[in-house]
T-cell receptor
Framework: SQQGEEDPQALSIQEGENATMNCSYK?????LQWYRQNSGRGLVHLILIRSNEREKHSGRLRVTLDTSKKSSSLLITASRAADTASYFC??????????FGQGTRLTINP | DAGVIQSPRHEVTEMGQEVTLRCKPI?????LFWYRQTMMRGLELLIY????????DSGMPEDRFSAKMPNASFSTLKIQPSEPRDSAVYFC???FGQGGTEAFFGQGTRLTVV
């Protein structure tokens, strides 16, 4: 099953610009996570935000969560070429599941 | 710890053959997840275990798919018989604890059924 739906599906920006990706989900959650996947590799955890939190920061990453709209956003500031990857949101559907969306393919152009 | 270890990394098999994918989770982790990733369907949760017990297998596509976790350090995903539409990258991931924690992924097994 697919829970989170990311938007846009693909994003291409210049190095140094900010990148914003959005995620919408359907069921109630305890937490929402964001992961990155480089081509041909496994997923790597970036950040987790709990349902009672509205915003969280980690380095150049900023995540927001709006449970009333069932949506989250991931902002990457001052993007670098190394940020080129696919980004996924994942929700627990109120249990200990980890259900991923389709992902956003981010390309950072030098 | 070496992280989540999956084997083989690549598997090419003929239609109708049995395929077994293997996963060694991170020591001490009590949750284990199996995923299938394709361009068309994205990353699908197939099944997950807690303390070696299957909790939710609603994502397993057909009876041809089965998963086991005989102990805390080993899990298998078996496809019998395999079909070309099973071609995908299969990921195993593990995590620790209730309440939502980060999952650690293996490098995946790229399965091609011809």
């Amino acid at each position: 099953s697919q829970q989170g739906e990311e938007d846009p599906q693909a994003l291409s920006i210049q190095e140094g610009e900010n990148a914003t990706m959005n995620c919408s989900y359907k069921t109630s959650i305890n937490n929402l996570q964001w992961y990155r996947q480089n081509s041909g590799r496994g997923l790597v955890h970036l950040i987790l935000i709990r349902s009672n939190e509205r915003e969280k920061h980690s380095g150049r990453l900023r995540v927001t969560l709006d449970t009333s709209k069932k949506s989250s956003s991931l902002l990457i500031t001052a993007s670098r070429a190394a940020d080129t990857a696919s980004y996924f949101c994942a929700t627990d559907e109120g249990a200990q599941k980890l259900v991923f969306g389709q992902g956003t393919r981010l390309t950072i152009n030098p | 710890d070496a992280g989540v270890i999956q084997s083989p990394r690549h598997e090419v098999t003929e239609m109708g053959q049995e395929v077994t994918l293997r996963c060694k989770p991170i020591s001490g982790h009590d949750y284990l997840f199996w995923y299938r990733q394709t361009m068309m369907r994205g990353l699908e949760l197939l099944i997950y275990f807690n303390n070696n017990v299957p909790i939710d297998d609603s994502g397993m596509p057909e009876d041809r798919f089965s998963a086991k976790m005989p102990n805390a350090s080993f899990s298998t995903l078996k496809i019998q018989p395999s079909e070309p539409r099973d071609s995908a990258v299969y990921f195993c991931a593990s995590s620790f604890g209730q309440g939502g924690t980060e999952a650690f992924f293996g490098q995946g097994t790229r399965l091609t059924v011809v």
